[in-house]
Nanobody
């Protein structure tokens, strides 16, 4: 089992930046690919970005390319998402997830509870 706890969400103005993080506990963090998803009110959960177990590969959703950056620290069992140039449409609950498989075909086994990100116009 892996427990994931997100932090760092909040309210930011359009054009601003925010960093959300996810702390993992339980089974060895470094064997898992990690990722971020988001869900806006009334919409389906949406893939944001994934990073491979060793940090060597990343895979971004189209809307995240050039604005969002994922990173991980296996020594601290954390994964972070730096979000720049935020837009009101980025408003959502952001979820951290862990899973196995290739970075482009991950089976997501574990999920955090989510952290709210609100971007005001």
């Amino acid at each position: 089992q892996v427990q994931l706890v997100e932090s760092g969400g909040g309210l930011v103005q359009a054009g601003g930046s925010l960093r959300v993080s996810c702390a993992a506990s339980g089974r060895s963090f470094s064997i898992y690919n990690m990722g971020w998803f988001r869900q806006a009110p009334g919409k389906d959960r949406e893939f944001v970005v994934a990073i491979s177990w060793n940090g060597g590969s990343t895979y971004y959703g189209d809307f995240a390319k050039g604005r969002f950056t994922i990173s991980r620290d296996n020594g601290r069992s954390t994964v972070s998402l730096q979000m720049n140039s935020l837009k009101p449409e980025d408003t959502a609950v952001y979820y951290c997830a862990a899973g196995g498989g290739s970075v482009t075909n991950i089976q997501w086994d574990y999920w955090g509870q989510g952290t709210q990100v609100t971007v005001s116009s």
